[in-house]
Nanobody, 122 residues
Framework: QVQLVESGGGLVQAGGSLRLSCAAS????????MGWFRQAPGKEREFVAA????????YYADSVKGRFTISRDNTKNTVYLQMNSLKPEDTAVYYC???????????????WGQGTQVTVSS
């Protein structure tokens, strides 16, 4: 089973950028899709972005398209979320997710990280 540890969260001004990292260990990282979800206070956890096992396919929530980019480096067992043009509405705890298969479309999450706080000030 994979263990996921997020890092890179923090406080940024609106319009700024932040890069989140998720380090994975415990299984063959390259064989599984990875993703990012977020949860704001009082709201349900929502999908943000995902990437297939080799990085050839990416998926984004409409709310972040054009601003966020998900990528992965399988040699480093790490997935990234580059967040640009941040808005106060992006404020949330961001969770790294490991899918149970190589493919995002299965919508099966096998592992969750503990989350990293992203706060965007206005």
């Amino acid at each position: 089973q994979v263990q996921l540890v997020e890092s890179g969260g923090g406080l940024v001004q609106a319009g700024g950028s932040l890069r989140l990292s998720c380090a994975a260990s415990g299984r063959t990282f390259s064989g599984y899709a990875m993703g990012w979800f977020r949860q704001a206070p009082g709201k349900e956890r929502e999908f943000v972005a995902a990437i297939s096992w080799r990085g050839g396919s990416t998926y984004y929530a409409d709310s972040v398209k054009g601003r966020f980019t998900i990528s992965r480096d399988n040699t480093k067992n790490t997935v990234y979320l580059q967040m640009n043009s941040l808005k106060p509405e992006d404020t949330a705890v961001y969770y790294c997710a490991g899918y149970s298969t190589p493919y995002v479309a299965t919508n099966k999450i096998g592992s969750w990280g503990q989350g990293t706080q992203v706060t965007v000030s206005s």
